[in-house]
């Protein structure tokens, strides 16, 4: 779909400040302009779904904004392609998994994971084995549901996964690498006009290089010239049975002041991939000690590739762009070379120590280096 921004005007405009009002945020611009009230509703909608907080309309936001209006029972849910999504699937999944029945991630995706634990269900409780969540499916799976229950086995088996042994090794690990953008989506650009997909493609190369050496498998989510989707992306990880996850990608403000390095995994209000955490903080907290930039931290976030991926993943904005010294940083070559050596660093103490063990060593080696920072000379 085309981005629908500040400054537009039309049906589009109109059809999202429709849909904003249904979820609590009328706007305030006349119908069909979007104007400085329609993009406080936008933003405000973006940050109570863990979406980048840009203000503009773009695939993820308006996939969200049309789940948004979907109570569970209000539709059929079952698998089709592209997968249906929104509220009352990720209700449907949050009910399933505190009963016992592995939705996988409460992503509000109705993949065939989700169709697997709506035909449990239904077996188990003596319904027809369609794997369509119709009226009545829904009705028995709220009917059984209990507000004592807490720990759903989605959150279980995080928990399990995050506190296995590493394997000691990288051999035979499948790490799906995605340089963000392409050539025909160039991302954000540098103060000397270099483009967001061409460095993250040159770091994202530098991490295959140092991955493979160290006997990783390296899936490329795109070419030096194609131009995939997130949920291509992700399907493409679930295809190729990934281990991990790890997208490049740089920041961007308007003010030259901000700077640093930040990441997201995926996170509701009611789940959050544990595994996808450790990770993102193990890739900051390296970045950060090793270029010293500034510390902007993880978050929980429900973008596309996060949410449609099956595997752990991260999306690591290494920079910003329009910082003079961040900028500096990305475009040189030694800055490349400092953020991929960083970059593989956190996936090989995620896989080979196990994800909590690295983590906490991680967090207690950046506790070191600040206690030292502070240190009087």
Known sequence: MEWIRYGDAGPAVEDVQR?????????????????????SAVRAFQQSNGLTADGDVGDDTWYALVGASFRLGDRLLYPTQPPLHGHDVQELQRR??????DCGFDDGVYGDHTADAVRDFQLNVGMAVDGIAGPQ???????????????????????????????GHL??????VDPAHSVTDPGFQTLDGTAEHDIAWRIASRVDGRLTALGAHVVFSRGPRSSPSASARARHANTELVDLILSIHLNADRSPHARGAAAYYFGTDTFISERGRALAELAVD?????????????????????????????????????????????????????????????????????????????????????????SPS
């Open 96 to 101: 399933l998994n505190l009963l016992g029945f």
């Open 171 to 176: 051999a035979g690990a499948r790490i799906m």
């Open 286 to 374: 390296g970045i950060v000690a090793t270029t010293g930039t500034a510390h902007c931290r993880v978050h929980p976030s429900t973008s596309a590739l996060l949410r449609e991926s099956r595997a752990p993943a991260v999306i690591v904005e290494v920079g910003f762009a329009t910082h003079p010294e961040d900028g500096h940083l990305l475009t040189s070559s030694e800055g490349q070379r400092c953020i991929a050596d960083a970059l593989v660093d956190a996936v090989v103490a995620y896989i080979t120590a196990g994800a909590s063990a690295a983590t906490r060593s991680s967090a207690a080696a950046l506790a070191g280096l600040k206690q030292r920072d502070s």
């Open 137 to 167: 499916t829904c009705a028995q799976v709220s009917s059984l549901h209990r507000h004592h229950q807490q720990a759903s086995v989605s959150m279980v088996r995080e928990r399990q996964a995050l506190q296995r042994p590493g394997r």
């Open 19 to 39: 849909r904003l009002a249904e979820v609590g945020l009328a706007c305030a611009d006349d119908s069909g302009v979007f104007g400085d009230s329609t993009r």
